[in-house]
């Protein structure tokens, strides 16, 4: 195995810190989606790089869907406390009550699509037109289409039609009244660049990204994670043996793989040597063949 493989190349970082310093210049009220997931995380140590000596000028903004890892959730209030971040939290379950949304039913029920109006009702409440993801161009072909400043329009929607050309890494925030801008810093990473970057930089990430024992059912060829959220059969009888997860997102539509990587550098030799993408244990993105693009055009993160 080549060395050059366990390196991470720094320019990604310089032009990820380039991408946080204009969208502080040429945007009024920003915020970080963050999710607890190993994308936002690196997106917090960049903008810690970004703007140091200062504190990070954005807030954390996170969607919880109420059905997250509780592993997640606790390693997220730790990292806004320890760093002395503001996090905002906006819940699907008040989307779900106010009648915004209507809760999944039947055996592929999940809250993970439900997202999406929570998120732009709190862009609207909060005023933001800047909102920073960690989405990546190599996780998923519909992503693979978004520009680094990626403009949505007034009903929060992308449209592939209104995006700007991005020549020489001129970026071009100007909008319209009740438009935004979704802002992607690691769009150019590859899932093997974050792994490289979290491993050079030693920063803590969630326990469930290494090799634990847990209560699982097998479905479709995949291990998914057994919990009250999960809708089952009576065939699907959960049971425990050693998993991990390569991405982090709801409870009901996130499977994990068998390992048993419980350090980052076998975490990083499973990835050279995996067979199937990072999204390829996202069930949501399985519903259909344009299931993510769809999702994007209705202004999913």
């Keep these: 195995m080549s060395s050059i493989q366990w390196q991470f190349p720094r320019a990604l970082e310089d032009e990820a810190i380039y991408i946080l310093r204009e969208t502080a210049a040429q945007f009024e009220k920003p915020a970080i989606l963050f999710s607890g997931g190993k994308d936002s995380i690196t997106l917090v140590r960049l ?84 909102c920073i993801g960690g989405a990546r161009r190599d996780e998923e072909k519909a992503r693979a289409k978004e520009r680094i400043f990626s403009v949505r329009d007034e009903f929060g929607q992308w449209n592939a039609k209104i995006q700007r050309p991005e020549l020489f890494d001129h970026l071009n925030g100007k909008i319209n009244i ?52 999960l809708n089952t059969t009576e065939e699907e009888v959960p049971f425990r043996t050693k998993v991990r997860f390569r991405t982090v997102g709801d409870m009901t ?14 975490i990083i030799t499973e990835i050279l040597a995996a067979k199937i993408s990072e999204r390829g244990a996202r069930i949501d993105d399985k519903r259909s063949e344009a299931a993510m693009e769809k999702r994007k055009q209705a202004g999913y993160f």
């Design 47 to 130: 903008a810690q790089k970004a703007f140091h000596p200062g504190k990070i000028p954005f807030p954390l903004l996170h969607v919880d869907t109420g059905h997250n890892f509780p592993e997640t959730i606790q390693f997220r209030d730790w990292l806004v406390e320890s760093l002395g971040l503001e996090l905002i939290v906006r819940n699907v379950q008040d989307s779900i009550n106010q009648g915004k949304v209507k809760e999944e039913t039947g055996k592929y029920a999940s809250r993970n699509a439900l997202q999406t109006v929570t998120l732009l009702d709190a862009i609207e409440e909060l005023k933001f037109d800047a």
């Design 253 to 266: 539509c996130t499977a994990a793989v068998l390992s048993e990587a419980d350090k980052l550098e076998d």
């Design 178 to 229: 009740g438009e935004n801008v979704r802002v992607f810093p690691i769009s150019n990473w590859t899932e093997l660049d974050v792994w490289n970057y979290i491993r050079e930089e030693e920063l803590a990430i969630p326990s469930i990204y290494f090799s634990h024992e847990r209560e699982i059912i097998e479905r479709d060829g995949m291990y998914w994670p057994y919990s009250e959220f």
